[in-house]
């Protein structure tokens, strides 16, 4: 449970009350504090989930860049998904070594391509190919640089929208997405890889969402992956390493999530089983289901406003900071960071910012407003999709383990901010 409360009802992260960093003077509110324990134990179960079957688990770095995180997990023998130049970097300063990452994106610079080719002997485990148009793009590229790049092919399987179980704006595997090759053009994908001899074709792989709450979609695509993988082999392809089955695993918001990541990982075990393909290596790349529920976001209540039958707590936590409920209309918890007892009442909680949609939403809260609150499961694409729009501040992260603040990124103030709008 990674947020609970205490005998005396003050909410903890792991074991840290957060009334102490609220009182505390060195932490301005807002601020992001992810419990690091949490993490580790979330990346264990799933790994743990493939048992002795050859696999990878790629944290998908684009749900959370922080390096204490990074580190822990790369420590922990996790690999990382990529969407740019700069999350590479990221992920080797964290010490994760370029045979564990992967590289997705529909458009790739040039300068990109050529930094995950270049790495190491024989580069990054595999640039993640999105498009028929990209092949010929990075096998000149590997040309230039005298290098073999490895690729894997990302399929894009058509999975019903309704099959998807999630939000239109993070569904990726229907034909109306701009990721990954369409199905239809897979062999084509497969001949040309294979017939460019700066090209290895090291893997398969897809992501179909994200925030699946339901394994269906998900079992329909990794059964294609395989048959596709296996009509690879039998056209004589003898490069393949692994399949990727991608991310998306969901978390429960507060709404409930009828599949665990360990499901999704079941799911990969038995089709691989059946395809008989159990030699190559399964990897996968969730974000959300390794971070999401051990991160939260602490915000202290500015003002109150009643009018007319509506009644609002406005805290100093905006859409800036968290952009999900605006972006997505996702429902993230608020409670109350000290004991909520005594009579509760329906709020509207919202922020500062300067757009209606910087509302997280109606939520039970003391009827005398509390102090402070947490926005829960804030660990993912929160303070990665944070930004200093009103020219706000960007919050600092504070990193929890055995109840204490271990670490610190101090994020960007609005001085700096004001500053740095002018030559
Ligand atoms: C290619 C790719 N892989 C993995 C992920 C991770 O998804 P999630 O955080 O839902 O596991 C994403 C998220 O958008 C993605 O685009």
């Not at 505390?24 to 134990?41: H, K, N, S």
């Not at 529909?106 to 580069?123: C, H, Q, S, T």
């Not at 996968?284 to 971070?291: H, I, N, S």
């Amino acid at each position: 449970m990674p947020v609970s409360r205490d005998a005396q009802g003050q909410l903890l992260l792991g074991t840290l009350p957060l009334r102490q960093l609220v009182d505390d003077p060195r932490w301005a509110t807002p601020f992001y504090a992810y419990d690091l324990e949490g993490i580790v134990a979330s990346a264990t179960t799933l790994d743990n989930a493939f048992g002795r079957a050859p696999h990878l688990v790629c944290l998908a770095v684009k749900a959370n860049t922080a390096g204490p995180i990074l580190e822990a997990l790369s420590r922990l023998g996790l690999g990382a998904d990529v969407v740019s130049g700069a999350e590479l970097s990221v992920a080797l300063r964290a010490g994760i070594p370029p045979e564990r990452l992967v590289y997705s994106g529909v458009a790739k610079r040039d300068a990109e391509i050529d930094m995950a080719i270049g790495l190491g002997d024989r580069g990054i485990l595999a640039l993640q190919i999105e498009s028929l148009e990209e092949i010929s793009r990075v096998a000149a590229r590997a040309l230039a640089a005298g290098r073999t790049a490895r690729v894997s092919v990302r399929i894009n399987p058509s999975v019903k929208r309704e099959l998807l179980s999630t939000h239109d704006h993070i569904a990726t595997g229907h034909d109306e997405a701009k990721f990954g090759v369409p199905r239809d053009d897979v062999k084509e994908a497969v001949r040309r890889v294979r017939e460019a001899s700066a090209l290895t074709l090291v893997g398969f792989n897809f992501h179909i969402g994200s925030q699946l709450t339901e394994v269906g979609g998900y079992r329909e695509s990794a059964a294609l992956l395989c048959q596709i993988a296996q009509d690879a082999i039998a056209g004589g392809c003898t490069s393949l390493e692994f399949l990727n089955t991608g991310g998306g695993f969901g978390i429960d918001y507060g709404s409930g999530c009828a599949a665990s990541p360990a499901d999704f990982a079941g799911v990969v075990i038995s089709e691989f089983d059946r395809a008989k393909l159990s030699h190559l290596k399964m990897v996968v790349e969730p974000g959300r289901a390794l971070v999401g529920a051990h991160g939260v976001v602490v915000a202290r209540t500015v003002q109150t406003k009643v009018a007319g039958h509506c009644q609002w707590i406005m805290i100093d936590a905006g859409m800036n900071d968290l952009i999900r409920p605006a972006l997505y209309q996702a429902r993230h918890r608020i409670v109350s960071i000290d004991d909520p007892k005594g009579p509760a009442a329906s709020w509207v909680v919202v922020g500062p910012v300067c757009e209606s949609s910087d509302d997280f939403g109606a939520h039970e809260l003391p009827a005398n407003a509390p102090r402070a609150v947490a926005i829960l499961d804030a660990g993912a694409y929160g303070f990665t999709m944070a930004s200093q729009y009103n020219g706000r501040a960007l919050p600092d992260e504070l990193f929890i383990s055995k109840g204490e603040v271990v670490s610190v990124l101090r994020g960007r103030t609005s001085a700096e901010w004001a500053a740095s709008r002018f030559c």
